[in-house]
Each structure stands twice: as C-alpha cells, then as structure tokens.
C-alpha cells in the first residue's frame, strides 16, 4: 500500500468550484494510473475520473455525472494530481479519495483500485 495524501475538500455553494489536490510523500505519482473515487452517505464507492501514468497515451475517464464539469490532471514537478470541480451540485456531496489503479478504458471506467488516500469531504449545500 502506497501513502496517498488528498486535500482540498470543504464546503461550497452549488454552483461553486473546488480543487482537490493529492500527493505521494517518497515516490512519484507518474509512474501510476490515477483516479478519483467518491462514496456519498449510503452509496457505494463510485469511480469519478481517472487518467492513465504519464508515459502512455494520456487516456482519461470521466463518469457521466461529472463530465463536462470535473477535470483531472497532474502537475509532476509538484508531484500532485488535481481534481478540479467546477458547477458543483449537491449530488456531488461525498467523501472524495485518491487511488492508484492498474487500468484506464476511456468510456468504461477506472479498474483495479490498490492504494487508497484517507480521503477529503465535499459538501455541496446552499
């Protein structure tokens, strides 16, 4: 199990935008698959985005949920991968956690979760 760090989360308006940011304390997060998931209170974990390791294609997933609004990205000088949020909803609301998997089918989803962070709470209300 890898250590995997999110921050970011809080609470914001609907409507409102947030980042949430995750970082690998002692190794790079290039060399891995990286995805968002989310669990809201009394749903199952749900796979938002994910983007395959930095020397690949570059392939990226979003659920239809969040397309169009949710971004994924990695700046590898800082070592972080981002999830930016924008026209938040209240659905949204959820505990956010950053893991490594092994596959990235763009259009399918995000596929062998390994490592996971502690995760960060968004809650979306008015």
């Known amino acids: 199990q ?5 921050s970011g989360g809080g ?4 409507g409102g935008s947030l980042t949430l940011s ?5 190794y790079s997060l290039d060399h891995f698959a990286m995805a968002w998931f989310r669990q ?3 749903q199952e974990r749900e796979g938002v985005s994910c983007m395959r390791e930095i020397d690949s294609d570059g392939s ?11 971004t994924i990205s990695r700046d590898s000088a800082k070592n972080t991968v981002y999830l930016q949020m924008n ?3 209240p659905e949204d609301t959820a505990v956010y956690y950053c893991v490594t998997v092994r596959a990235v089918y763009s259009g399918y989803g995000c ?7 502690r995760g960060t709470l968004v809650n979306v209300s008015a």
């Open 111 to 117: 596929y062998g979760a390994d490592s996971w962070g």
């Open 60 to 70: 990226t997933y979003y659920a239809d949920s969040v397309k169009g609004r949710f």
């Open 11 to 14: 609470v914001v308006q609907p």
């Open 22 to 26: 995750c970082t690998g304390p002692g």
């Open 2 to 6: 890898l250590q995997l760090v999110e």
């Open 40 to 42: 809201a209170p009394g």
């Open 87 to 89: 026209n938040l909803k």
